[in-house]
């Protein structure tokens, strides 16, 4: 079964809107990083954060180990926040399990 | 920021020939990984790599599939025979001493036709 779920799936926001993305997974982990990954396909590491909570500009990254979760909070988004954005687990062995991605896309 | 490169950014190629995806890591990473993307798909772990030894490959890692990292040079994905369902966008990362923090290229897109 998959290792790592994320949701939503897809979101839709209007510009300076927040956005939550969650992500779960089933599994033990050694550490847990997020990317974004451009339209174009390449990708971009945001948050290596194997517990607690982290910022960067107008991110916030929060994981709780003991519930198996971790989010990525994107306040006052702007269009150039869009595109794909995967949160991936380290388990051991530096084996990293990718969700399926969540699709932001956000209107000016 | 640390930056991987990867050559070619872009090939296509006919069904059967081999291909050789390069990826120049973050100098002094030790660790190395190879990851397939087809389009609109989930990224799919293929191999990591580390100390001149596989150490995990994946069920899409197939025979067809090998890599090295000869005399510390380019860390290479080669695929001989190529089939068409190979067709992706593959993607080289690295991490360092600490095996955490991935750095990923911008990936290679192959098409097999």
């Known amino acids: 079964g998959q290792q790592v779920q994320q949701s939503p799936a897809s979101l839709v926001l209007q510009e300076g809107e927040n956005a939550e993305l969650q992500c779960n997974f089933s599994t033990s982990l050694n550490s847990m990083q997020w990317f974004y990954q451009r339209p174009g396909g390449s990708l971009v590491s945001l948050f290596y954060?194997?517990?607690g909570t982290k910022h960067s500009g107008r991110l916030t990254s929060t994981t709780v180990i003991k519930e198996r979760r971790s989010s990525l909070h994107i306040s006052s988004s702007q269009t150039t926040d869009s595109g794909t954005y995967l949160c991936a687990l380290e388990r051991g062995n530096n084996r990293i399990f990718f969700g399926d991605g969540t699709q932001l896309v956000v209107k000016p | 920021g640390p930056k991987v490169l990867q050559i070619p950014s872009h090939q296509i190629i006919d069904m059967g020939q081999m291909v050789t995806l390069n990826c120049d890591p973050v100098s002094n990473h030790l660790y190395f990984y190879w990851y397939k993307q087809i389009l609109g798909q989930q990224m799919e772990f293929l191999v990591n790599?580390?100390?001149?030894?596989?150490?995990?490959k994946s069920k899409l890692f197939k025979d067809q599939f090998s890599v090295e990292r000869p005399d510390g040079s380019y860390f290479t994905l080669k695929i001989q025979p190529t089939a068409l369902e190979d067709s992706a966008v593959y993607f080289c990362?690295?991490?360092?001493?600490?095996?955490?923090?991935?750095?990923f290229g911008e990936g290679s897109r192959l098409i097999v036709v």
């Open positions: 990362a690295s991490s360092g001493t600490d095996g955490n923090t991935l750095y």
């Open positions: 790599f580390y100390n001149g030894k596989v150490m995990e």
């Open positions: 954060n194997p517990s």
